[in-house]
């Protein structure tokens, strides 16, 4: 009667994992206080040369990407300081979440915290992806048609849904529980009921937001390979795509690489129904929280300007092309000649349209 009725009382986000828990060798507060503290000083770097970059540039495609890197990198920073702080303070002070927490409150939060940082890289990342393929392949439209402002309402959008998502627990699908060793709190993967609904949700909406931004990704590329022997008064402006494309690249392998395997195994574990293992859940996880950290370091070192201090000798430009072997160069001249010549009549005719000048006579 005793044990019926704790069990009716037992809040629902203690039912299947409750306090206190035999501690892990491998959980330790020096463990998490680096990474967040890691984590924490490379956002910080990156925001405020992000903020000077910004400040300097003349180019909208670049400023379009840069505040989607803002967007990137203040989710980041704010996901390591909320999460990691209240997992470095259950590591030093070992609170008992049963007395502090009775109601959960803390346990959905953090929950929440956990998907909508989660989902928010992926999707700003896909985000990110959609802008170029419009910036790199219909360079006049996206150029006259898209404001900053709907730049940063896309960004607002992002976070939007992934908050959205993040609330649906609350309503009945899925549910936040406590998870072992006791240090945080994240959505139940189950085959059961709505928590096979919600697991499949974060898991395969993470897995095609990647999808999505290769594609993208691979499109954006072969559309610069194609002009990539292009000279004149837009050198300037395709070196800073290519810039760009790569530091999207990277992101992209950064999150793929992060986000995969945690990805891949809540699909495997409630597709197959078997039990959850708490070892690969951990470990998975850490490898996601990897992506917060790295995903800062791609624009704070991979920029044409801190890659000419590494390397002064050589020649980081688009130029560079023209120093090839001739049989290459005349075997990529040949290939880009067609897409090269497309591309200057569209910038050529948008020169007209913005000069309002009628098209010269044959």
Partial sequence: ???????????????????????????????????????????????????????????????????????????????????GSIVVSYHVTHFNWRNLDPNCHLCNFMGMSMVFYGLCP????????????????????????????????????????????????????????????????????????????????????????????????????VTLIKVCCGQGKNQRRRDHEIEMMVQLILIMVIASNCWCPLLVFIAQTVLSGGPLQIKYLLLWLRFATFNQILDPWVYILFRRSMLKRVAPRLDWSRSSIMSLPPSFGNTVRRFTRSSLLSTMSQETAGDRRKSNLPPPSP
């Fill in 122 to 221: 992926l999707m700003l990342g896909t985000a990110m992806a959609i802008e170029r393929f419009i910036g790199i392949n219909h360079p006049f439209a996206h150029s006259s048609s898209m404001p900053k402002s709907r730049t940063v309402f896309m960004v607002l959008m992002v976070w939007l849904i992934a908050g959205c998502i993040a609330l649906l627990p609350l309503t009945g699908i899925g549910s936040y529980h406590m998870q072992i060793p006791g240090s945080w709190c994240f959505f139940n993967i189950s085959s059961k009921g709505n928590d096979f609904a919600f697991s499949l949700i974060f898991s395969l909406l993470g897995l095609m937001s990647i999808t999505v931004s290769f594609l993208l990704n691979t499109v954006s590329i």
């Fill in 1 to 83: 009667m005793n044990a019926s009725s704790f069990a009716n009382n037992t809040p629902l986000c203690y039912s299947i994992n409750s306090p206190p828990f035999k501690p892990i060798p491998n959980a330790s507060a020096y463990f998490s206080s680096i990474f967040s503290a890691l984590g924490l000083t490379s956002n910080f770097i990156a925001f405020v040369v992000l903020l000077k970059s910004f400040q300097r540039t003349h180019s909208r495609s670049r400023s379009f990407f840069m505040i989607f890197l803002g967007g990137l990198v203040v989710t980041d920073f704010m996901g390591l300081l909320v999460t």
